[in-house]
């Protein structure tokens, strides 16, 4: 499948790494060929230019993408991000990923990804509206309760997403709060929500360290990126006594072996939005950040970061992949040679997805849980699937990562035998 705007020269496509990944398991599952070539190409999917008025009068013309991966297990669900250098096949891959991200964790989604080639904060809060609700509208044919339900993921937030709910209940002419998850609460978002990536995190890191027989307080964190996932990440972590060391965003950041307060961070972060220049420590890029000697690097920001290039150089004794599609298929070999734990982004940030799960549930009962109850469950269901992969990783002397895919893909396939070809 070719794409019209792909990723600069260089950069690891990130739709090929996808395939790849989902190849290596093909093999092992006996998939025929109709099922190869029907689950590495996304069911269906949108790319629309649509226009938007400027606060200077002018219009400028967006391009956005929805893609939906699979439904064999139900509504497709995924994020949908603001980011300059989104592509096609960009979005390709992160709906495919969502749909063994569902199946791993065992909720009953299939897969979708959507997002608009734009810088967020270089727009005015009315044109980032604007953007919104026309993007909402013009992918409205596919997004829906029943169908395919949104969510934030990089350059979006809940008030993006109360946008997106208001635009499709106008259309509708009645609120219709399930259509999206990662809503503000006062809207029918849920409590937990907008830490559940990051709460996800430090549950796995939890349980990835008694894995691996580290335990005690102090445990060292790197962390690359401080959005959503990044900084809550470390806010939990650095609560729970792990002593978070070195953050980056795309601005760079700080490293200090004593530990960083993250609090401290986003004080320093929020006037400018940029980590850079954060008096805490030594001046960090993103590039040394990865191979520091640390025992848990958690990679939080944009996908294709860990390469074949950096693999061999990466020091860390667990790497807990927040970001989605952070490890490329040579690296991921050059990472378990070296002993390196990698826990996979389909369990690893699985805490969105399942609290997102949570939130429709609650959206379409119209009741409501305490935040203790959204946590448990979280709780349960992250560490089932985690401890699925570890016993079959064990079993089978496979990597987390190749038993992750093997308990989705499998899934998704044994929900699509059952269902059938239509006609
Ligand atoms: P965000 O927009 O809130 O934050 C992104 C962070 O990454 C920012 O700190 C930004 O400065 C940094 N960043 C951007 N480009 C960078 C670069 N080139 N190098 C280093 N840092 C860079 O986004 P988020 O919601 O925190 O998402 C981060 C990652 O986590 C993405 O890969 C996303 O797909 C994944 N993810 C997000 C969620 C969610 O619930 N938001 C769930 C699962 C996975």
């Known amino acids: 499948m070719r794409n019209s705007n792909s990723k600069s020269e260089g950069a690891p496509n990130p739709y090929e790494m996808a395939v790849a990944q989902f190849n290596s398991v093909s093999d092992r599952l006996g998939l025929d060929e109709g099922m190869r070539r029907l689950l590495s190409m996304p069911k269906r999917e949108i790319t629309a230019n649509f226009p938007v008025r400027m606060d200077d009068g002018s219009t400028q013309v967006f391009t956005g993408y929805r893609v939906q991966h699979n439904l064999a297990r139900g509504p497709a669900k995924g994020g949908i991000r603001y980011h300059p250098s989104v592509t096609l096949d960009e979005v390709r891959a992160l709906a495919m990923l969502m749909t063994w991200k569902t199946a791993v964790v065992n909720i009953p989604y299939g897969g979708a990804k959507g997002g608009v080639i734009v810088d967020p904060k270089k727009l005015s809060d009315r044109e980032l509206e604007n953007l919104t609700r026309r993007y909402a509208t013009e992918i409205s ?8 339900i949104p969510a934030p993921d990089m350059g979006t937030d809940d008030r993006v997403m109360a946008w997106i709910m208001d635009t499709i209940s106008m259309h509708r002419g009645y609120s219709v709060p399930g259509v999206v998850t990662g809503k503000p609460i006062s809207v029918g978002g849920t409590a937990g929500r907008m830490e559940a990536t990051g709460r996800g995190l430090l549950y796995i890191v939890q349980e990835a360290t008694a894995y691996r027989g580290l335990s005690g307080d102090g445990l060292t964190v790197a962390i690359q990126g401080f959005g959503n996932v990044g900084a809550v990440a470390a806010r939990l972590l650095h609560g729970a006594g792990y002593r978070v060391v070195a953050v980056t965003d795309a601005s760079g950041g700080v490293y200090n072996r004593g530990g960083v307060d993250p609090d401290a961070l986003l004080h320093h972060k929020r006037p400018t939005g940029q980590l850079l220049g954060a008096p805490f420590g030594d001046r960090l890029s993103n590039e040394e950040l990865l ?6 690097l958690i990679p939080a920001a944009v996908g294709g970061q860990i390469t074949a290039r950096n693999a061999a150089k990466m020091q860390a004794k667990i790497i ?9 298929p040579e690296a991921d070999a050059i990472l378990e040679g070296n002993g390196i734990l990698v826990v996979p ?15 429709w549930v609650q959206d ?3 009741f409501f849980w305490e935040e203790d109850e959204v946590n448990k469950r979280l709780h349960r269901v992250i560490i089932r699937a985690f ?20 308990l989705g893909v499998g899934r998704v396939v044994e929900a699509m035998k059952i269902r059938g070809i239509y006609p």
Request: charged letters at 25%.
């Open 141 to 148: 044919i596919l997004i829906g309760l029943e169908g395919d």
């Open 291 to 296: 191979t520091l000697p640390v025992d848990i």
């Open 320 to 328: 807990v992949e927040g970001a989605n599609g952070p490890t490329t």
């Open 345 to 359: 982004d389909i369990v690893a940030n699985a805490g969105g997805v399942i609290v997102s799960y949570f939130e």
């Open 364 to 366: 379409l009962q119209s």
């Open 387 to 406: 401890r699925e992969v570890v016993d079959m990783a064990k079993r089978d002397r496979r990597s987390l990562r190749q038993c992750a895919l093997l």
